[in-house]
């Protein structure tokens, strides 16, 4: 097996595959005005409440570099509020506004419509999801 031929790589159909499911999210998540990275970021909110900026560039694997022009944005649409701790300014923390949390119900399809569009089973989604934490 030669190492260097492209078809037997593992890292060329992961990005691949990624690529192409958030392409598969983007009609589904433009009504919302979300891009796929805001709607993730979204899904942490959603589930946490509020979170600091450095606690949410751990949960996504993203830089402060990525997130700050990111939650910018959300805030400018009303998904988000930031604040900065009052003992260290150094803290941003984000906190979803009532349009952000109101948002969570219009997103509820959205997991449901991405499901329908992925041809796999639903054995074969948990299996692939075990795969890529592993590799995460």
């Keep these: 097996m030669d190492p ?3 078809e037997n790589q593992l890292c060329f159909p992961l990005y691949v595959a990624a690529k192409e499911v958030v392409r598969k999210y983007r009609p ?12 993730i970021a979204m899904m942490v909110l959603w589930e946490h409440g509020k979170v600091t900026v450095g606690r949410l560039g751990e949960l996504l694997h993203l830089d402060s570099g ?5 939650l910018k944005k959300m805030e400018t649409a009303g998904f988000v509020k930031r604040s900065r701790a009052a003992d260290d300014e150094r803290v941003v923390t984000v906190t979803l506004t009532e349009r952000g949390e ?10 449901s419509k991405m499901a329908s569009c992925v041809c796999i089973s639903p054995e074969e989604a948990r299996q692939l999801l075990d795969i890529l934490k592993k590799i995460i």
């Design 4 to 6: 260097l031929k492209l």
């Design 28 to 39: 589904f998540l433009e009504p919302l005005g979300l891009t796929y990275t805001q709607y």
């Design 66 to 70: 990525t997130l700050t022009p990111m």
């Design 102 to 111: 109101a948002l969570k119900a219009q997103a509820a399809e959205v997991p």
